[in-house]
C-alpha cells in the first residue's frame, strides 16, 4: 500500500481502491460514515443494519430517515424504503411522527423522487 501520509496524490486519479482508503485513513469523507464505523466495531451496530442504513442514505441522505429505515428487516424494509421513495403517503403512517408530512431527503438527493426513485424496487 502507498504511504498515506505522501502530498502526491496524481496517482490517486488512477487508483481507486487506493483513493478509498486513502479517504477512510484521513477520515476526509462525510464524517457519519466514521461514525457508522465506529459504531460497527463498539457492537452497536450489526452489519445486516449497517447495510440497511447505507442503502437508505444513499436514496435519501438523511440520517434520521436512515435509522427508522434500517430497524425495517426483511420485505418490509423496501415496502417502506418504496413508500419513501414515492412520498405519496407520510412517514406518520408508520409511526414515524419525527417527521413532518412528506419523507425528508436532502438537495443532493433531489432526484431521487417519484418514478425515478420508486421504479427500480
Known amino acids: 500500500m502507498t504511504d498515506l501520509t505522501s502530498r502526491s496524490d496524481t496517482y490517486l486519479l ?12 484521513t477520515e476526509d ?9 465506529a459504531a460497527e466495531d463498539e457492537g452497536t451496530l450489526d452489519r445486516p443494519t449497517l447495510k440497511r442504513w447505507l442503502f437508505a442514505y444513499w436514496c435519501c441522505y438523511d440520517a434520521g430517515v436512515s ?14 424504503l418504496r413508500t419513501a421513495a414515492e412520498n405519496k403517503i407520510g412517514p406518520d403512517v408508520f409511526g414515524a411522527n419525527a417527521f ?5 431527503r ?13 421504479h427500480p424496487y
Request: proline share 6%.
Open 106 to 118: 436532502a438537495a443532493e438527493r433531489r432526484h431521487w423522487r417519484g418514478d425515478k426513485a420508486s
Open 100 to 104: 413532518e408530512e412528506r419523507w425528508p
Open 67 to 80: 435509522s427508522y429505515l434500517a430497524l425495517k428487516t426483511g420485505d418490509e424494509f423496501w415496502s417502506v
Open 29 to 37: 469523507h462525510d464524517p457519519i460514515y466514521s461514525m457508522l464505523a
Open 14 to 25: 488512477d487508483d481507486p481502491i487506493e483513493w478509498g482508503r486513502r479517504l477512510i485513513h
